[in-house]
């Protein structure tokens, strides 16, 4: 798959964008969405390269939106994010699940409670494995930054085509603190806050915040007037630095959240084409009716409490930061855990609905999910940088990381009667009995994931304006998975894990890049940059030979140009990318 377009940016008082676009070359907005906090004279300090610079200053295509732009634009999760990142969008399975990012519409070919993204997802350093917890709740953010092209060379794991980075603000050097208490006409109620300040004169900081946040929902059900998409959650972060010495500062920092989400707002309807008339319509031809006007019931069986999805995850990340001279030392080792949970109505309602039976005759079937899983993840990076000489820098570093997930599904058909006025819908053919729902289906899925990485940047000044960079990583990921069970007519098998699936991958990653300053405000650039994700399981074939899959690979090709106007109170961005 192939991508050609064009990006602009036109940015007034650090707040405003536009995007144009013409049937030809798309036109999108790559500069900035507010200013950041931790600013230089005006310019706003991003760590897309692993180090801080002013954004203007960097080879790469980001959208960096700041704290306070965050909290004036009412910014609360990675929707709000999409709206004000041009090249940006998501996919999802509903209630912020199985969240997938897309960057420049390169999207996904897999997907799935196992599938890895194209873009890498970090919050203060920790990658995000799990799609369910993508979209966790905003606390205390110092600013979002998103990266657009593959950039694995500089973030491994799968920056297939970009990066979104959550970072979180720092403990202050003097006191201060917030509150915001927020409704709306949907029964939304929220209150956030924080407190900051030093503990121990300049040696010792301390910061922490709070966020209750519920709504009632803002869809209605027109058939039973019941609200969906509703949430209830908590969340408190914490963050501990300490100067140890001069040279040495270590910053700790543990987030903790707790959501209950709604069921997702799903609708059925009817097939009306795709085979003889009178026998099962597989398709819908025509315009799809529009959710006001559908007469199925989207509410949830009362007989079941289906809480939609319950997650609870703890983050934890010590950064250690060590100066010797012309060498620079940083440390991050981080630890999740993760619990999810869901218990849903799987297709869309609790009403009723036909489904045709392999042998002749409908019954009137409900499904519904019930999942429960696990994960624990554990990353360290260590990575040295060195000022050689005053046109040479260089960074040379390692990573680890191991996941291990422990998920359980099972799948519960209710044969019970429709209700009295309510006509069924046929779906899909399936074998089932007419004599209530079937034994007792359960799945059981293990993932253990484990990936050792080395990587280095050079970058060169070859002039006063004229600069060359490099990097390259190279990562060896081994995975393991193990199903047993099944849904309705697939028996448990292997449940020891004996034959479970293994692969391992081998991945190289490249970003080679020449910048040149054109005046202290104007640069352009260009680069060419290797992106992959590593490969995986088709776990329901049966040929040995198709089981596992290859990584993907995605070469990117970029020309950009960035220049400040009015003093710094307009940005211009340009991008052209293959």
């Known amino acids: 798959m192939k991508h050609f377009s064009v990006q602009c940016l036109a940015l007034l008082a650090s707040t405003a964008t536009a995007a144009i676009s013409y049937p030809a070359l798309a036109q999108q907005a790559s500069g900035t969405a507010g200013v950041a906090s931790g600013e230089t004279g005006g310019a706003i300090i991003v760590t897309a390269r692993k180090r801080e610079e002013s954004l203007q200053d960097v080879p790469l295509s980001i959208t960096a939106i700041s704290g306070d732009a965050i909290i004036k634009q009412g910014v609360d999760d990675i929707r709000d994010i999409v709206s004000l990142t041009p090249g940006l969008s998501i996919s999802e399975f509903g209630s912020g699940t199985l969240v997938s990012p897309i960057i420049r519409g390169i999207s996904q070919l897999t997907g799935g409670q196992f599938a890895e993204n194209n873009v890498s997802t970090f919050y203060n350093g920790i990658y995000i494995q799990n799609q369910n917890l993508i979209d966790t709740t905003f606390l205390d953010i110092e600013r979002v930054e998103v990266v657009k092209g593959p950039v694995s060379a500089l973030y491994g794991r799968n920056a297939y085509a970009g990066v979104i980075n959550y970072v979180t603000k720092r403990p202050s050097d003097t006191f201060e603190g917030s509150i915001r208490v927020i409704g709306d006409e949907h029964g939304r109620r929220a209150a956030i806050g924080s407190i900051s300040g030093p503990i121990i004169g300049d040696t010792v900081k301390a910061r922490i915040g709070a966020r209750l946040d519920s709504s009632d929902g803002s869809f ?12 209830r959650k908590f969340a408190v972060q914490g963050a ?12 700790t920092t543990v987030f903790y959240a707790n959501d209950t989400l709604d069921q997702p707002i799903r609708v059925a309807a009817l097939g009306n084409c795709g085979a003889a008339t009178g026998a099962f319509q597989p398709a819908i031809c025509g315009k799809l009716p529009d959710y006001d006007d559908s007469t199925v019931a989207r509410s949830a069986n009362p007989a079941f409490d289906l809480f939609g999805a319950d997650r609870e995850l703890l983050l934890a990340t010590a950064e250690l930061n060590v100066t010797l001279g012309a060498v620079d030392i940083k440390s991050i080792t981080s630890f999740g855990d993760n619990l999810y949970a869901q218990n849903r109505d799987q297709d869309g309602s609790g009403v009723g609905y036909s489904f045709r039976l ?7 079937l409900s499904t519904y999910t019930f999942g429960v899983s696990e994960d624990k993840s554990f990353t360290q990076e ?13 960074t040379i570093g390692g990573f680890y990381n191991n996941y291990e997930a422990d998920t359980q599904f099972s799948l519960y058909v209710d044969a019970s009667p429709l209700p009295t006025g309510v006509n069924p819908i046929i779906l899909f053919p399936i074998g089932a009995s007419r004599n209530g729902p079937p ?3 359960i799945q059981f899925v293990r993932l253990e994931d484990e990936e050792y990485s080395a990587f280095g940047i050079l970058d060169i000044e070859a002039s006063e304006q004229l600069t060359f960079s490099a990097e390259a990583r190279y990562s060896r990921q081994r995975k ?19 034959n479970g699936l293994n692969g391992n991958f081998n991945l190289w990653s490249f970003r080679f890049t020449g910048e ?6 104007a640069m352009i650039y260009a680069s060419a940059a290797k992106g992959n994700k590593a490969g995986g399981f088709n776990s329901g074939l049966v040929n040995p030979a198709d089981v596992v899959y290859d990584p993907e690979v995605n070469w990117t090709y970029e020309l950009g140009f960035k220049t ?3 003093g710094g109170r307009a940005l211009f961005d340009a991008t052209l990318f293959y």
């Open 220 to 231: 209605e059900d027109p058939v039973t007037g019941i609200d969906f998409e509703g949430y």
């Open 382 to 394: 260590l990575r040295a940088s060195v000022q050689a000489t005053d046109r040479i820098r260089a």
């Open 480 to 498: 393991f998975q193990n199903q047993s069970g099944g849904f309705l007519t697939i028996p448990a098998t292997d449940p020891d894990g004996a």
């Open 516 to 521: 040149y300053d054109i005046s202290p405000s």
């Open 240 to 251: 501990l630095e300490v100067a140890l010495s001069e040279s040495v500062n270590l910053l």
């Open 564 to 566: 400040d106007l009015l």
């Open 358 to 364: 392999s042998n002749g005759g409908t019954a009137n």
């Open 439 to 441: 034994p007792a289906n």
